[in-house]
């Protein structure tokens, strides 16, 4: 089994910034990809970034492209960021960290095989 723990999260004016964390334990993987979602109560869960597990291939959802940064810890490999900067108020939401063991279907939740409980970001207006 994998544990994935999202840390980092908290409340931030507009155009604050935050970065998340995500440190997975347990098995290890050497494939596929490390993803991060949000959802709002009421809604479904989005996509939002993806990184490859090597940490070259990273992929962003239109709404936090060139606002937010993936990244891997080269080294440790256990370790993936979200950079987020110039937030929004529609940024609030509970974010996951998702790992998908094989593959690079990045967009698709149901392709993701392991989840962390989450942790809120509110960015007031």
């Known amino acids: 089994q994998l544990q994935l723990v999202e840390s980092g999260g908290g409340l931030v004016q507009t155009g604050g910034s935050l970065k998340l964390s995500c440190a997975a334990s347990g098995r290890t993987f050497n494939s596929g990809v490390t993803g991060w979602f949000r959802q709002i109560p009421g809604k479904e869960r989005e996509f939002v970034a993806a990184v490859s597990w090597g940490g070259g291939s990273t992929f962003y959802s239109d709404s936090v492209k060139g606002r937010f940064t993936i990244s891997r810890d080269n080294a440790a490999k256990n370790m993936v960021y979200l950079q987020m900067n110039r937030l929004k108020p529609e940024d609030t939401a509970v974010y996951y960290c998702?790992?998908?063991?094989?593959?690079?279907?990045?967009?698709?939740?149901?392709?993701?095989?392991?989840w962390g409980r989450g942790t809120q970001v509110t960015v007031s207006s």
């Open positions: 998702a790992v998908q063991t094989t593959g690079w279907d990045r967009r698709n939740i149901d392709a993701y095989d392991y």
